[in-house]
C-alpha cells in the first residue's frame, strides 16, 4: 500500500544520498520523491511515496529521524492530507486532432503550455489519481513524453508534523 | 587569530583534550603531520590504517573516551572501512579523519581520490566533507559531539588537501547546535514506576544487559538493581564487564555460544528485562520462540532498536544509566511492602537456576598432554585474577574466552560482537594499552586472525607497548572448522591453518619476546612469566586443534534447542 512520507531537512549536499540509501541498502524503491527548499532556504521539504508494509514504514520512519540532518518526519498517509502532483504530458497531434485534444485536456483543466508544429505540451496538476486518469486519456493519441514531479503532500489545517524552532523540533 | 587549516586541526584537537592518535601519513595530509610534529599529542604510527581504526576502536572501549585516527585520501582512506564499520557495528564514539584531493580536483579521479564520505554514509554515525578552512572548527566540535553522545558511533571528517593549507580565522565554538539531533531523552516516570511493579511481581524475571550498560557506565546500578529485586542476570556479547561472572544472580552470556542456563532461564521467564540491548540474531535464534512466555520491558537510547526485532511490551525511551537510577527509589519502596511469600517465590526461581547451573555448567575435558583452549583461557584468568583488559579477536577463542574468563569490571572486555572482525583483537589492545597504560592487556586471538593484522608486532615494538599476546593456536580457523564438521560432514574445506609461521620466532625477528607453548604442565608457569615480563610478550599456545564451542544453538534455531558437548570427565566451570 503506497504511504506517503513527508520530511523536513537541511538543505545541504548529501542529505538525500544518505536518505536514499536507507531504502537502497535494503532494496526498497521510492515511488516518488519530490524535494525543494522551504520558505526557510536552510531547509528541504521532501514529500516521499513508498510501498511498503506499515510496520517497515515505521522502522523506516524511525531511522530517517535519527539521521542528524533529518529534521523532522511523519507518515502522512492514516491522517488527513493533502496531496498534489503536476504532470507535464507532450502529445503528438495531427492538424485533424488538433480541437478534440484540447477538448479532453479541457476536462482535466489542463493547461497548454507549449504549441508546437504537430505537438502540445499540457500542465495538470491534482492528486496522483487524476494525473493518472490523465495520462490514460491520451494512451489513444502518442505520447512522446511525460514528466511527473511526484507527489507533494501536507496534512490538513493547523496541526503540521513539522514545526521547527531554532533550536530543533517541537512536536 | 588567522592560521593555516591544518594548525586549526591540531588546536581543535587539543580543545577536545585528544591525548592520542593513530595513524598513517601520506600527501594530502602531510600539512597535518608537519603541525603533529611538536605538538602536545601522541601519534602512534600504525603499519596499516585497518589497525588505526581499531586501535582508536580499542581506545574507546577502554577509556569511554572518543577514538581518534587519521589516514590519508585514496587508500589510506579506504583501509579504515572495517574499522569504521566494526565501530558501527557495535557503537563505539570514534572520530576518523581522512584527507581527500584538492577541492578543485574532486570528483575528477585524482591520484588517490576515493569518496569516502560516500563509502561510509552507511556506517558512520555521520560524515562530514569540509568544503572551507573557517568550518574545520564548527565541524570537529560537532563531530566529537555527535560521536560521543546518544547511541555512540563513528563520525568521520573528511578534509581536502587545500583547506589543510589556506588560513582562516580560529576560534572553537562553544557549544553545538545540531537541529535535527537531540540524543538526551527523559524516560517517562509512569513508564519506571510500570516497570518496577513488573519487575517485583514477576515470578520468573531474567535481566538480559547489553553493551548499552556499558556505554552508559551502569553496571555499578545494574547490580543493584539486581540485588534490590532479586533477579538473574544475563548478558550480551557486548555486555560482558556489565555484571561480574562470578555472582550468585549471574547466568553469564547467553544466545549461540551462551551458557545453557542463561538461555534457558530466558525461555521459562515470565519477565524479561532487556536493558541495552538490540534483540541480535545471535542472541535471540528463532525470534517467535525467544522468551515467548515472557512480558518484555526495553530500556533503549535509540528508538530505532524498539520494536525492531521483537515487539515490547513496556519501551523505555531512555539512558541505561539514567534508568537504572530511576528505578531504584520505586524498587526499594515496593520490596519494604512485598509479603514473605514474595521471597519465596523468589527464592524458588532462583534455585530453580542454582540447579540448572549445577546440572549443566560450562565444561570441558581437561588432558594432560594437550592444551584445551578452555584450560588455557582459565589460566589467563588466573593468572591475572579478572583484572587484565582482555580483547579478543574473532571465532572459537572468542567464545571460550567470553565463557571462562571471570570478569569483574566494564571496559575490560573489548570484542568486536556486530560485525566479527578478525583482526581486531591485536589492534584493539594497542588502542587499550594506550588508554590505560598501567594495566595488563592482554589480546587472546586465533592463530587466523593474528595473522589479518600481526604486522603491528612493529608498533608494539617501537613503542615498547606492554600487550600479551596470546595466541590460541588450533592450526585451524577453528570456528568455520567447527561448522564444517557439524553441519558439512567434516569436509574441511580451506580452514587448515598448519602452514603457519613460528608466531614466537616471529615475535622476535620483531624484537618482542616470544614463547611457544605446547605442554599442559608449562602452561601456568609461562603465562606467570610471560606476563610479569614489563614489555610486549607473544605466546604461541598450542592448543586441541579439534575442540569445539560449547553449547551451540544451531543457526535458526530455537535457543532452547543447544547441542552440549559430550565430555568423559568434565571439568566444570566453577561459579564460586
Ligand atoms: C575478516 C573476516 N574474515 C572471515 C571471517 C569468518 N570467520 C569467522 S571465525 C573464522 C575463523 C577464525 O580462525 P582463528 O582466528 O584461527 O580463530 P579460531 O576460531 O580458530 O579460534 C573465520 C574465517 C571473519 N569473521 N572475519
Ligand atoms: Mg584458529
Known amino acids: 500500500m503506497n504511504q506517503t512520507l513527508s520530511l523536513l531537512v537541511e538543505n545541504k549536499s548529501g542529505v538525500l544520498a544518505r536518505i536514499a540509501g536507507l531504502f537502497s541498502a535494503r532494496g526498497y524503491n521510492i515511488e516518488s520523491l519530490s524535494v525543494a527548499k522551504t520558505d526557510d532556504p536552510t531547509l528541504s521539504h521532501i514529500t516521499m511515496v513508498v510501498d511498503l508494509e506499515p510496520r517497515i514504514v515505521e522502522h523506516l520512519l524511525k531511522l530517517l529521524d535519527k539521521m542528524i540532518d533529518v529534521i523532522s518526519v511523519a507518515n502522512l498517509s492514516g491522517g488527513k492530507m493533502v496531496e498534489r502532483e503536476l504532470v507535464l504530458l507532450k502529445v503528438r497531434v495531427d492538424p485533424a486532432q488538433r480541437m478534440e485534444i484540447l477538448k479532453e485536456a479541457e476536462l482535466f483543466r489542463a493547461r497548454v503550455i507549449d504549441v508546437g508544429s504537430d505537438s502540445y505540451i499540457f500542465e495538470a496538476t491534482g492528486d496522483t489519481e487524476k494525473i493518472e486518469a490523465f495520462i490514460d486519456l491520451f494512451r489513444k493519441y502518442t505520447i512522446e513524453e511525460v514528466a511527473r514531479t511526484g507527489a507533494v503532500a501536507m496534512s490538513r489545517g493547523l496541526t503540521s508534523p513539522h514545526r521547527v524552532t531554532a533550536t530543533g523540533r517541537s512536536k | 587569530m588567522s592560521m593555516k587549516g591544518a594548525r586549526i586541526f591540531v588546536e581543535c584537537l587539543l580543545r577536545e583534550n585528544v591525548e592520542v592518535i593513530f595513524g598513517i601519513p601520506g600527501g594530502v595530509v602531510l600539512s597535518i603531520y608537519d603541525e603533529l610534529y611538536d605538538a602536545p599529542i601522541k601519534h602512534v604510527l600504525m603499519r596499516h ?34 574499522g569504521i564499520v566494526t565501530a558501527h557495528m557495535d557503537s563505539v564514539p570514534l572520530v576518523v579523519f581522512t584527507g581527500n584531493v584538492p577541492t578543485h580536483l574532486i570528483g575528477n579521479d585524482a591520484f588517490q581520490e576515493a569518496d569516502i564520505v560516500g563509502i561510509t554514509r552507511p556506517c558512520t554515525k555521520h560524515n562530514y566533507l569540509v568544503r572551507r578552512t573557517e568550518d574545520l572548527p564548527r565541524v570537529i566540535k560537532e563531530a566529537f559531539y555527535i560521536a560521543s553522545t546518544g547511541r555512540p558511533g563513528p563520525v568521520l571528517v573528511d578534509m581536502p588537501k587545500d583547506l589543510l593549507l589556506s588560513e582562516a580565522e580560529f576560534s572553537y565554538p562553544e557549544t553545538v547546535s545540531l537541529r535535527g539531533y537531540r540524543p538526551v531523552v527523559e524516560a517517562d516516570r509512569r513508564q519506571i514506576e510500570a516497570a518496577a511493579r513488573a519487575l517485583m511481581e514477576a515470578k520468573r524475571p531474567v535481566v538480559y544487559a547489553g553493551g548499552g550498560v556499558i556505554t552508559s557506565g551502569a553496571s555499578a546500578e545494574l547490580l543493584e538493581v539486581a540485588e534490590l529485586a532479586e533477579i538473574p542476570v544475563t548478558t550480551t556479547l557486548m555486555g560482558i564487564g556489565g555484571f561480574p561472572t562470578v555472582h550468585r544472580l549471574s547466568l553469564g552470556m547467553l544466545g549461540m555460544h551462551g551458557t545453557w542456563y542463561a538461555n534457558t532461564a530466558i525461555s521459562h521467564a515470565d519477565l524479561l528485562f532487556a536493558i541495552g540491548v538490540r534483540f541480535d540474531d545471535r542472541v535471540t535464534g528463532k525470534l517467535e520462540e525467544f522468551a515467548a512466555e515472557a512480558k518484555k520491558i526495553h530500556v533503549e ?12 511490551d513496556l519501551p523505555i525511551l531512555g539512558d541505561a544509566k539514567a534508568v537504572l537510577q530511576q528505578l531504584k527509589p520505586y524498587l526499594i519502596e515496593m520490596r519494604a511492602k512485598m509479603p514473605p511469600e514474595w521471597h519465596d517465590e523468589r527464592r524458588a526461581w532462583i534455585t530453580q537456576i542454582e540447579r540448572w547451573k549445577r546440572e549443566h555448567p560450562l565444561c570441558y575435558d581437561d588432558d594432560e598432554e594437550v592444551i584445551k583452549p578452555q584450560r588455557l583461557i582459565e589460566e589467563i584468568s588466573r593468572a591475572t585474577r579478572g583484572d587484565a583488559i582482555i580483547s579478543v579477536d574473532v571465532g572459537q577463542h572468542q567464545m571460550w574466552a567470553a565463557q571462562f574468563y571471570r570478569f569483574k569490571r566494564p571496559r575490560t572486555w573489548l570484542s568486536s560482537s556486530g560485525l566479527g572482525t578478525m583482526g581486531f583483537g591485536f589492534p584493539a589492545a ?33 613503542h615498547r607497548l606492554p600487550v600479551k ?22 569436509r574441511y574445506s580451506a580452514v587448515d591453518l598448519s602452514l603457519s609461521p613460528d608466531f614466537a620466532r616471529l ?29 610486549p610478550v607473544v605466546l604461541d599456545v598450542h592448543v586441541a586443534p579439534e575442540e569445539n564451542v560449547y553449547p551451540m544453538v544451531p543457526p535458526g534455531a530455537s535457543i532452547k534447542e543447544m547441542i552440549e558437548g559430550q565430555y568423559k570427565s568434565p571439568k566444570t566451570f566453577q561459579l564460586t
Open chain 2, 507 to 535: 615475535a622476535e625477528a620483531f624484537g618482542i619476546v616470544g614463547y611457544r607453548v605446547t605442554r599442559p604442565a608449562a602452561l601456568a608457569d609461562t603465562i606467570e612469566e610471560a606476563f610479569s615480563i614489563p614489555g
Open chain 2, 430 to 462: 594497542i588502542g587499550a594499552q594506550m588508554a590505560r597504560p598501567d594495566q595488563l592487556v592482554v589480546a587472546i586471538v586465533g592463530d587466523g586472525g593474528f595473522q589479518m593484522t600481526m604486522q603491528e608486532l612493529a608498533t608494539v615494538a617501537e
Open chain 2, 469 to 490: 599476546v596470546v595466541i590460541v593456536n588450533n592450526a585451524y580457523l577453528g570456528m568455520v572448522r567447527q561448522w564444517q564438521q557439524i553441519f558439512f560432514n567434516g
Open chain 2, 301 to 312: 537510547i535509540d528508538p530505532s532498536e524498539i520494536n525492531k526485532n521483537v515487539p515490547v
Open chain 2, 49 to 82: 590504517e585497518q589497525a588505526a581504526a581499531h586501535a582508536a576502536d580499542g581506545y574507546a572501549r577502554a577509556s569511554g573516551k572518543v577514538g581518534v585516527c587519521l589516514a590519508t585520501s585514496g587508500p589510506g582512506a579506504t583501509n579504515l572501512v572495517t
